[in-house]
């Protein structure tokens, strides 16, 4: 018999049965604040999202030829705030969107054997102070989080501390006592990962020196020809006298990094190559993040969507959930979750993914999010931008990518075309350009069963916390059923999930979640059910039910 995957997602307005009448305390309810541990994150880059502004394409004569997929390709900010307003994000349940850095990129380009490369990535900065007019203006960026706030989604930008952009023709080196550029990193040791460039010509930010250095003599030159330096030094002072910090390299950064909290209301910041910089770094950030967050809040308390603390996500490269809070450098362990991070990228989940069946994932998440995480998060991923080994590469898993990633304990991260089966694996592109194709807007209606699917999961994941934070429970292995339950301020999300059941009649005991006669209706085919001798049955042309109570 052809097995099938089914999903039952019950909300209940009352917990219990007639057979064991089983007590839940505290109010049932749908009701509940965004969580970022359950979060449903979008991750694009946002010079390949959608090209909303033509007349931005092309800046500080970027125009010489690169290898494939590695120039600027025109995705910008109003794109992204073009797909929020056309609810492209709502329809596909998303409550946050995580964005490549939008702050100004060096000039010129690189070849290390791929080809001509410029920044359209956004990890090369030349000034943080300052938008890349390839992706918009400060406009642009205002209106961007302004729109998706309106439309309930968050948003993430990505913070860059550990380097600088490449030395180019046009970039010059930062000053000896901002950076090093020597030795490059070997990554047998704590030391040997730190203090070094992650790779040949990226120049390292000295993160850990607390000497006071003047600006750069060529942000001194650019702001003077842009007419803020005035401005920009005014503001230097105002943040030094403030917090007492010396004037070291990184809390220039951080300052500038600050301003987009202050300046236009973000949420979080992704933050980059966190195990590249001492942890301290991330103490101090997040002390200055958390100040610049309320101080926005107190500004604008008309815009405030919750009562959710700044979100700081930070990817330690090859942290796996496993290890709980510590990171292993094989002569240090470091905790990263000390006053510092919400949350860590998961980077073996695509691992489990590839391993493992549902059961021995979810269970096994929920596990260690309740008890060596807990009061903290994970966010899972499948495909990211830099991440050479995608758990499908040739989009042949789709259905199972949503089922597994959408389902999991933790937050999620879908990287933009996940949902759109968007190729990764492009002609002619050398290394990580083929996971950073454009978006594929042209013929994503050839795969809108898959997009449906996914938007499904996704919409069912934004309105239900026990799916991302809640308890998992095996409910029966044969069928597969479990359940997931989460419980806030004495308000309980209850949650019950099938999957690989057969096709057809779908019958499920659901007598330990809730009482005979309660209506649910199935999302999936719009039909209505009674829930009878414990049980609810749908019966529909789907392969998937979608349940919740009417």
Not at 134 to 156: F, M, P, Q, S
Not at 217 to 241: C, M, N, T
Not at 456 to 475: C, D, N, T, V, Y
Not at 488 to 509: A, F, H, Y
Request: aromatic share 12%.
């Amino acid at each position: 018999m052809k097995h099938i995957v089914l999903i039952i997602l019950i909300v209940i307005g009352t917990i219990g049965c007639a057979q064991k009448d089983k007590a839940v305390e505290g109010e049932i309810s749908n009701d509940f604040s965004f969580n970022w541990k359950a979060a449903n994150i979008y991750f694009l880059l946002t010079d390949r999202f959608n090209n909303s502004d033509s007349t931005n394409d092309v800046n500080f004569d970027r125009t010489l030829e690169t290898g494939k997929l590695r120039g600027f390709e025109g995705g910008d900010l109003k794109g992204i705030t073009q797909k929020i307003e056309s609810g492209y994000f709502t329809e596909l349940g998303v409550n946050a969107i995580w964005m490549t850095p939008v702050v100004e990129q060096i000039h010129g380009g690189t070849d290390e054997g791929t080809g001509l490369t410029y920044g359209y990535h956004g990890y090369w900065t030349k000034d943080w102070t300052k938008i890349d007019p390839n992706y918009g203006t400060e406009e642009d960026l205002k209106d961007l989080v302004e729109t998706a706030h309106k439309n309930g989604i968050r948003i993430l930008l990505d913070a860059v501390i550990n380097h600088t952009g490449p030395v180019t023709t046009k970039d010059p080196v930062w000053p000896g006592e901002w950076v090093r550029t020597e030795p490059q990193c070997k990554y047998n040791s704590y030391e040997s990962t730190i203090s070094c460039t992650l790779v040949k010509n990226l120049p390292d930010i000295k993160t850990e020196s607390n000497e006071a250095v003047d600006l750069p003599p060529q942000l001194i030159e650019k702001w003077k020809a842009e007419g803020r330096l005035e401005q920009e030094v005014s503001e230097l002072d105002a943040y030094f006298k403030r917090t007492g910090h010396p004037r070291a390299p990184r809390f220039y950064i951080m300052k500038w990094l600050t301003d987009y909290i202050t300046d236009y209301g973000i949420d979080g910041y992704r933050v980059d190559t966190v195990k590249h910089t001492e942890e301290f770094v991330w103490q101090e950030f997040k002390a200055e993040c958390d100040y610049a967050f309320e101080q926005w809040k107190l500004s604008n308390p008309e815009a405030v969507l919750d009562a959710n603390e700044f979100y700081l996500v930070g990817e330690v490269y090859n942290y796996g959930i496993s290890t709980g809070k510590l990171f292993d450098f094989g002569d240090k362990k470091v905790d990263y979750f000390d006053n510092a991070f919400t949350s860590l990228i998961n980077f073996e989940f695509k691992w489990n993914s590839k391993e493992k069946g549902y059961e021995q994932i979810f269970k096994r998440y929920s596990n260690i999010l309740n008890t060596k995480l807990k009061g903290f998060g994970t966010l899972n991923y499948l495909t990211s931008h830099d991440d050479g080994q995608p758990f499908d590469p040739k989009r042949e898993k789709s259905i199972e990518a949503a089922n597994k990633l959408l389902l999991s304990p933790g937050a999620s991260q879908v990287y933009y075309g996940d949902e759109s089966n968007r190729p990764l694996v492009i002609d002619e592109a050398v290394g990580d350009a083929n996971l950073r194709s454009n978006m594929n807007w042209v013929d994503i209606e050839i795969h809108k069963d898959i997009l449906e699917h996914w938007q499904k999961l996704g919409q069912f994941r934004s309105q239900h916390p026990a799916i991302g934070a809640g308890m998992h429970e095996l409910i029966s292995k044969n069928p597969y059923v479990f359940s997931r339950t989460y419980s806030s301020n004495d308000k309980i999300d209850l949650v019950v999930i099938g999957l690989e059941l057969d096709k057809g009649k779908k019958t499920i005991d659901v007598s330990q979640q809730f009482k005979n006669g309660a209506i649910i209706r199935d999302a999936y085919s719009n039909q209505i059910a009674t829930v009878k001798d414990g049980k609810v049955i749908i019966d529909s042309k789907y392969d998937i039910v979608l349940l919740e109570q009417n």
